[in-house]
């Protein structure tokens, strides 16, 4: 039960902070099958005071849904420096305080493909991303 009622009170937070702080959500699909342990609504005013771009994600297992720690999440901008965080233990995670500009976003874990995704951060945004990882068929040798 504390999923349902988490879920209904992060979109409630976050509606919240969109009513107030001026600012635009995009959403890939909120809420996410996951929601991080994060205060959204601080990281939406933060976003929208700053003027800067903020991505909030999970990172799952393309075949089992299954959530993946510990996954390394890097957002890269050519002539400048990647900006990255790590998945947490239910595979969410947050990337705040992001100037705005195209990004390469990059999602690895050891034993899975990567995920890469073109982002356009823009000021006062917040978006959400699921990322998904297929397994690897590699090994070593």
Request: net charge positive; glycine share 8%; charged share 15%.
């Amino acid at each position: 039960m504390k999923i349902p009622i988490l879920a209904i009170a992060a979109t409630a937070a976050l509606a919240c902070g969109c009513a107030h702080s001026g600012f635009t959500l995009r959403a890939a699909e909120w809420p996410p099958a996951v929601i991080p342990q994060y205060n959204v609504d601080s990281v939406t005013r933060d976003s929208a005071s700053n003027r800067t771009y903020a991505l909030v994600g999970t990172v799952v297992d393309s075949a089992s849904g299954r959530s993946i720690d510990a996954a390394i999440i890097t957002l890269r901008q050519p002539g400048t420096h990647d900006r990255g965080t790590y998945s947490d233990d239910r595979g969410g995670f947050v990337l705040g305080r992001v100037p705005p500009g195209h990004y390469q976003l990059l999602v690895r874990r050891i034993g899975y493909m990567p995920f890469l995704q073109t982002r356009d951060a823009r000021a006062g945004i917040v978006d959400t991303v699921r990322a998904t990882l297929p397994v690897s068929n590699m090994t070593l040798q």
